[in-house]
T-cell receptor, first 111, second 115 residues
Framework: KQEVTQIPAALSVPEGENLVLNCSFT??????LQWFRQDPGKGLTSLLL?????REQTSGRLNASLDKSSGRSTLYIAASQPGDSATYLC??????????FGQGTRLTINP | GAVVSQHPSWVICKSGTSVKIECRSL??????MFWYRQFPKQSLMLMAT?????????EQGVEKDKFLINHASLTLSTLTVTSAHPEDSSFYIC???????????FGPGTRLTVT
């Protein structure tokens, strides 16, 4: 059974810092990996989707990497801003397009 | 593009009643939609896969008679929580699969409180 783990569970950093969020998964037989952002009481916003054949994806200040063989992905946020404060969820996509989510990292950017 | 809506955004109901939650893909057709539930400070757990024109596929441990799913059109799936109890109180989120890009787009969620 696939298990997705995110470390750390919570992170608080001052504005302007670069930071890395980690995601690991136990079964490397995945189709894709996706990073989401969730604001309190809201739905999910997709940030980046990495296909299994890709190593990384970039969007603005965000860069996500994928190492299938080691079962790891990282989300790099450059020059963090208070508006980046949210919970970040990592999910692996398996057969039948099922997503298995990690527990998330609650990120707080302090002004 | 790729907008998914849910209705209602929140609902309070009495124990024993049934509640219907709608999930709509507004600008694309979705043969497959998914229903998740999320407890406070926890991650999303897949409840079931909803396929247009056929029966839903439920995850292990999810009661199909309690959580009725109907995917009657390519843009609408509904989740009905039957005979709701306080332990059914949760945040329910749907997603719709956009086939041409094989990516799920999520609705804003529905907060259900059963009193």
């Amino acid at each position: 059974k696939q298990e997705v783990t995110q470390i750390p569970a919570a992170l608080s950093v001052p504005e302007g810092e670069n930071l890395v969020l980690n995601c690991s998964f136990t079964d490397s037989a995945i189709y894709n990996l996706q990073w989401f952002r969730q604001d309190p009481g809201k739905g999910l916003t997709s940030l980046l989707l990495i296909q299994s054949s890709q190593r990384e994806q970039t969007s603005g200040r965000l860069n996500a990497s994928l190492d299938k063989s080691s079962g790891r992905s990282t989300l790099y946020i450059a020059a963090s801003q208070p508006g980046d404060s949210a919970t970040y969820l990592c999910a692996v996509i398996q057969g039948a397009q099922k997503l298995v989510f990690g527990q998330g990292t609650r990120l707080t950017i302090n002004p | 593009g790729a907008v998914v809506s849910q209705h209602p955004s929140w609902v309070i109901c009495k124990s024993g009643t049934s509640v219907k939650i709608e999930c709509r893909s507004l600008d694309f057709q979705a043969t497959t939609m998914f229903w998740y539930r999320q407890f406070p400070k926890q991650s999303l757990m897949l409840m079931a896969t909803s396929n247009e024109g056929s029966k839903a596929t439920y995850e292990q441990g999810v009661e199909k008679d309690k959580f009725l799913i109907n995917h009657a059109s390519l843009t609408l799936s509904t989740l009905t929580v039957t005979s709701a109890h306080p332990e059914d109180s949760s945040f329910y989120i749907c997603s719709a699969l956009r086939g041409e890009v094989a990516e799920q787009y999520f609705g804003p969620g529905t907060r259900l409180t059963v009193t």
